[in-house]
């Protein structure tokens, strides 16, 4: 592999969509398209198989000897005020392995192919892992198709206008990939603060996503008694200190609320709606039913102190998933052969490893993440860390290419 | 006065800006420059001498024998999600007023004037009383034209793009009406409550009006273990939910947190910034000042236990004002005459009124407000109510005409 080709390519790319704020490159916007552009004429530089599927999923592949495949994958999208590394540093990873295989001339036995995924983060359109799980068969056409963002633009009226709708007989699921391979930051600080070079997951974590609305009266600030009031907000607000304080005393368990929208958010006006999303994960499923079931209790019960109503809805769930024995069998060994220290772990994060679990023998790399920042315009992992990662990517495929 | 003809025309005019959310009649906006262009129409077939000020204020005027004016006023604006009553009663009365003066065709000793205020309610442009600040002299041009919507328009901007840019001159700093009077709802639950027709305010509650900042870090909500997270969120609800709990906790203090926006606002980001906005009023300017530190204080705080930044300023203020004993006394005068229960009280919202004491002497009308709710769709006070604020006001002209 070439390091400063890897390095420069990286670095330059990235920066499409960057602001002062952090990197808004949301899925199938402009930043994303001109990424995909630019990442499609690199691949024509290689001469390599470009295809799309009907999710706007970008394959690019160098034929081997056999037709059996090893897929490297990860995805360019960002969420809002995002890093430079989440997703796109593993597609520049991969894209720098293909381009040295052309490179060295030597046909492998494996044909190897180049996936960005669209629309991974689920910032732009909800759910996440929109692309490969349409490319997986998890997703249906029409679910995919009729996902809206904040615009009320379609997912199909983005990726109609973006030119990278494709056709329904690239899926992968109908042309299985026997490997897949994601290296990607670790989003976490162990590794930083542990001292290890490359993290092994063993799978990633299950989450399950609801929505709850809190409803007041929304009325004058002034003129309201305080003793009167139905402050849809406040009951919020001890609802999500209420999360974070469950959360911290679990062992095995995450929760975050990350959205709130607030109606009618004026400085004036009583609060009368409060829509919050709660994310919880957990490496058990029965621990974030536990979870959920308990927070809904919770909730229920402050709607119940503060005169509120109380809605809710499950979202989505995706269940923890581990990765194949052969493939993290493989991690382990290039490691060893290069000499990184490295940890077992799990990944606490979503993928599209996760739905490729379903049609190809997975598994991920990780590396440090400074501080444990991601999805933060802070996001970093040195250009040393990177390169670490893209030899032991690199010397994973020449392990499963034997 | 002709109860149909101000049924009709109130019933009518509201309705413009209604949605099945509220009235979305925000300042300048579309609804606003219909219901205007309405105003200026009926007060052109009354031959109304019509002129607007460089706040875009709207003055119909009929000429009295003698040149000092007796002024009606309020605002037909309203906050988003808003309601159908608050301030636009107060206009259609007074419109009311003129046309059954001119009806009569006995000429009033002092001129009459009809004034309706821009951007009263500060959700379009903030602050509030932007149109009346700028008229009496409180605020000055450049301040006002250089306030900035959501969508980033001036409020210069506009106001020229609404056809009402009208002349400095004939700012009411220059033009003094002796007296100004403003009918409005509650927009509390005292009087229907206690069973009176009418409220006599005594003068308007002081108003202070900060903006916090809850800072911390950005994170993937998956990696970053809880005991690690610096949330602006949590930070942000455990001090919403403090300063409900303060102005329970005590007799003549509201305080309100009416503003809140997330950054980045994504279900599995950790929220790295929130801010949101504090509105606190008392009948003493002292016990705001007490209050608005003890809350500083108190954000500091839950910032230092949440391991947040916290930033604060202070927006604006509106020390409470008292109103003319002479208006008061011809209002109870009015009031008797006319046998309507009626209460002294304390308005706990803000009006143009509040400016209007600066240059002249001013008194307010209350109706009920049913259930006390304002700022709502679900705002509400009867045809009967209407009518009754309409006859103490017509009368209240009367008395001060004579």
Redesign the interface.
Known sequence: MDANRFLSTFHSLTNIGWTEE?VMRLALNTYDVKVRQELVRILSTINANVNLDDAGNIIGSLKGKSDETIAIGSHMDS????GKY?GFYGVMAGLEVLRSVREKGKLPNHTLSLIDFTNE???RF?P?LLGSGLTTGVFNKDYVYSRKDNDNITFERALMDSGFMGDEKNRLVYNKPKYYVELHI????ILEEEGYQIGIPMGI?G?S?YEFTFIG?????????????K?A??G???F??SV?DY??SKDN????????????????????EVRL?L?I?STEKSEIDKAASELINMAKKIADEEKLEIRYNHLWTANPVGFSDEVINAIQKACEELNMRYKFMY????HDAQYMTRISRVGMIFIP?HL?????K?EFSSDEDMLNGLRVLEKVIELLDR
Chains 1, 2 share one sequence.
């Open positions: 952090g969420v809002p005020y995002g989440d983060e689920g910032a909800q996440s670790e989003q976490g600080p974590v989450l996503v009266q929304a009325s004058q600030a002034g003129p309201t008694p305080m003793n009167r009031r402050d907000l406040v919020a607000s001890k999500i200190t974070r959360a911290r368990l995450r929760a975050t609320v990350g959205i709130v929208n607030v109606k009618p958010n004026v400085y004036n006006a009583i609060p009368r999303t994310d994960r990944s606490w994060a979503g993440s444990g920042i991601s999805h933060a802070e």
